[in-house]
C-alpha cells in the first residue's frame, strides 16, 4: 500500500501504543500533522516548542514510554532544547521530531536550516536525519528502542519535508521485542552479603525505570533489612515518605543530618542513581579522589558506575529488576535498628515546620497541601527557593505523586502539570510554581484550556528570582542587580485565559480558594501573597545579607 511518510510515521507511533503528542505545527511536517489527523492520537497543539517539549518528557516520566513532540525546524527545534535537556539529566525516554528544510537545499544556509546533529549532540542520545522514506520504519524502532534502552533519555530525529512528503509501500517494522531477563537472585544475595558486613549502611535509591511495583519491593527490603533509605534528588514519591527506615532526600538545601550520615556511612549502596552533583553537595558527600564509603553501584548503563566514582562492586541492571531481587532475600542477620531509627528521628525533626515570617507562610501551605490532598494526588514543580518548602515539608505518600526536573530547569512545573492532568483527569494536580517560573510557561494556560486540563497553580509571589536573590546577598551583600520582578495579576490573567483566579493574602484563605479551584473543573491559578522576607527555608532576607555582610574580606 502506497503511504506518504506522514502516514508511514502515524501508523508507526499508533502501533507502539503512543496515545497522545505534543506539538507546535510547522509547514515543515505538514505530512505528519496529515498522518495524525485520523489515526486516533491525540495531538496536543501547545503554545511554546519549551513547552510542548516538557509535557512529552514529563509524560515520558509517568508512563515509561517515550514521550512524543513534534517541533518546526529551526527556532522550533532550538526553542525545544530546554526539553531534552531536562529528558537528558532526568533520564527520561522522549522522542523529538523536528521538521527539516528540503533535502535538495541541504548546506546552503536556508530558510530556517539548522544542523541538528551539531545542535543536539551533547544533549541527546541519538540525534539522525532521516532522508530516505524506505528506511523510515528503520529509523523510527532505532528510536524507540533507544530512548529506553539502558539509561533512558531523548532522541532528536530530523524529518526532511520531502521525505515526509514522499509516497512508498515500505512495510511498518516490529514494533515488539521480547526481552528475557535474568533473575539476579545470585546477584541479590551477593548484594546482602556485602550489606551485612556494614556498620553503618545507607541506600540511596533514585535514577529511571521506577514502578509502583517497585516502590513496594523498595519498601519491603528496607523493612526486612532495616536499613535507612536515602531518596535521590527530585525521586522523593519512591518509597512513602511516612515509612519508618526512610530518611529523606538528597536534595540541594539537604537536611544537615542526613549530609553527616551519608559521609559516616561504611557501605552504600547505589540503586538506580548516577549518584550526581546534586545528591553528593557538588561531589563533597563522597569524595571521587577517594571515598571514605565503600560503594556498590547499580545502573542500567554499564558506563556509568565508574564514570565519576569507582564502586567496589557494581552491576548492571535496571533498578526495579535489581530491588525485585533484593525482596525476594532474607535478612541478613546484622542489626542496624539504632542506626536506621536515628536516621528517621533526623528526618522527623528536619521535617517540623519552621516558621517563616508573614501572613501566608510557605511551611504552612505546604504541610496544609500534604495533609488534605488525595494521596495519589500529583504534585509538580520547577526550580526556586520556593520548591525548598515543599522538598522539605511535603510528604510524598505514593509513585509518581512527584513530576520534578533533577535538571533545575524553571518554567518546567507548569507544562508537567498539564500533562499530568491529561493522562490522569480524575486525579488532583497540583503545581506549586514561583513568580518567575510560572513566568516561563503560562503561556500554556491556552493549552491547558483548549483540551481540556484542569491543574491546580499555587504560584508564590516574592517579586524577585528567588534563588539568584540569596546566593546575590550571601557573595554581594546589598548589590541587587537583575533579580527583582515587576509581575501581573496571575489572578486576571487566569481569568483572562478562561480559568480560575485567586489571590490569598493569608492562610486562613487557602481553604476556600482551593476548594473553589477544585471545583471549577479548569485550569485555576491561586496567588500566594508572601512577605519578602522569606527567602528560604530557615533563612529570612535580612538575615542572608548580615551573613553575607559579615562574610567579606575586612579592609
Known amino acids: 500500500m502506497q503511504r506518504h511518510g506522514g502516514q508511514i510515521l502515524a501508523d508507526h507511533l499508533a502501533a507502539r501504543g503512543v496515545r497522545r503528542v505534543f506539538s507546535v505545527p510547522g509547514e515543515s511536517f505538514l505530512a505528519a500533522l496529515d498522518g495524525l489527523y485520523d489515526s486516533g ?12 517539549c516538557m509535557m512529552a518528557e514529563a509524560y515520558g516520566k509517568m508512563t515509561g514510554q517515550p514521550g512524543i513532540a513534534f517541533v518546526t525546524r529551526g527556532p522550533g527545534a532550538t526553542n525545544a532544547a530546554s526539553g531534552i535537556h531536562v529528558a537528558r539529566q532526568d533520564s527520561t525516554p522522549l522522542i523529538l521530531f523536528v ?19 551539531a545542535v543536539f549532540g551533547g544533549l541527546a542520545k541519538w540525534v539522525a536525519e532521516v532522508d530516505s522514506i524506505d528506511r523510515l520504519p528503520e529509523y523510527l524502532s532505532r528510536a524507540f528502542s533507544l530512548a529506553v534502552s539502558g539509561r533512558p533519555g531523548p532522541v532528536v530525529l530530523a524529518l526532511p519535508e520531502d521525505m515526509l512528503s514522499a509516497v512508498s509501500d515500505v512495510a511498518d517494522a516490529p514494533t515488539q521485542m521480547m526481552e528475557l531477563c535474568p533473575t539476579l537472585s545470585g546477584v541479590a544475595e551477593d548484594a546482602i552479603g556485602w550489606l551485612s558486613m556494614a556498620e553503618r549502611p545507607l541506600l540511596v535509591v533514585g535514577g529511571p525505570h521506577w514502578s509502583p511495583e517497585a516502590a513496594a519491593d523498595l519498601a519491603s527490603v528496607a523493612e526486612t533489612q532495616g536499613i535507612p533509605v536515602a531518596l535521590g534528588f527530585r525521586r522523593q514519591d519512591y518509597l512513602d515518605n511516612r515509612h519508618p527506615c ?30 550526581g552533583d546534586i545528591e553528593t553537595q557538588g561531589y563533597t558527600l563522597v569524595d571521587p579522589a577517594g571515598p571514605v564509603q565503600r560503594l556498590f553501584h547499580v545502573h542500567a548503563d554499564p558506563d556509568e558506575p565508574g564514570h565519576v566514582y569507582q564502586p567496589e562492586l557494581m552491576v548492571t541492571a535496571d533498578a526495579v529488576s535489581f530491588v525485585r531481587a533484593l525482596s525476594r532475600m532474607p535478612p541478613c542477620g546484622t542489626d542496624w535498628s539504632g542506626w536506621t531509627t536515628a536516621a ?30 488525595p494521596e495519589d494526588a500529583i504534585v509538580t514543580n520547577g526550580a526556586g527557593n520556593y520548591a525548598a518548602w515543599l522538598h522539605r515539608y511535603f510528604c510524598y505518600k505514593g509513585y509518581r505523586t512527584q513530576l520534578a526536573p533533577t535538571s533545575g530547569s524553571m518554567g518546567y512545573g507548569f507544562p508537567a502539570a498539564v500533562s499530568a492532568a491529561l493522562e490522569h483527569p480524575a486525579r488532583t494536580v497540583v503545581c506549586l510554581a514561583g513568580d518567575g517560573c510560572f513566568q516561563m510557561t503560562l503561556n500554556e494556560m491556552s493549552t491547558a484550556i483548549q483540551h481540556g486540563a484542569a491543574p491546580i497553580v499555587l504560584v508564590v509571589n516574592n517579586g524577585r528570582y528567588g534563588t539568584i536573590r540569596m546566593h546575590q546577598e550571601k557573595h554581594y551583600p546589598g548589590r541587587v542587580s537583575g533579580t527583582a520582578l515587576v ?45 519578602t522576607e522569606a527567602l528560604a527555608t530557615g533563612l529570612t532576607l535580612t538575615a542572608a545579607r548580615l551573613a553575607g555582610e559579615a562574610a567579606q574580606p575586612k579592609p
Open 246 to 275: 526512610y530518611a529523606g532526600d538528597l536534595n540541594v538545601g539537604i537536611n544537615p543530618a542526613l549530609a553527616k550520615r551519608m559521609r559516616e556511612a561504611d557501605r552504600i549502596m547505589v540503586i538506580g542513581s548516577r549518584l
Open 41 to 52: 492520537i491525540a495531538n496536543i497543539v501547545c503554545r511554546h516548542e519549551g513547552g510542548a
Open 487 to 531: 509581575n501581573p495579576d496571575f489572578a486576571a490573567l487566569a481569568r483572562a485565559y478562561g480559568g480560575l483566579g485567586e489571590v490569598v493574602t493569608e492562610f486562613s484563605q487557602l481553604p476556600d480558594a482551593f476548594a473553589r479551584a477544585k471545583a471549577a473543573g479548569t485550569v485555576a491559578v491561586i496567588e500566594l501573597k508572601v512577605d
Open 344 to 373: 528517621r528521628a533526623d528526618y522527623d525533626a528536619w521535617a517540623t515546620p519552621k516558621e517563616s515570617p508573614g501572613a501566608v507562610k510557605q511551611e504552612e501551605v505546604i504541610r496544609w497541601l500534604s495533609d488534605t490532598l
Open 99 to 117: 521538521g527539516q528544510i528540503d533535502t535538495a537545499h541541504r548546506d546552503r544556509e536556508a530558510f530556517q536550516e539548522v544542523d541538528y546533529k
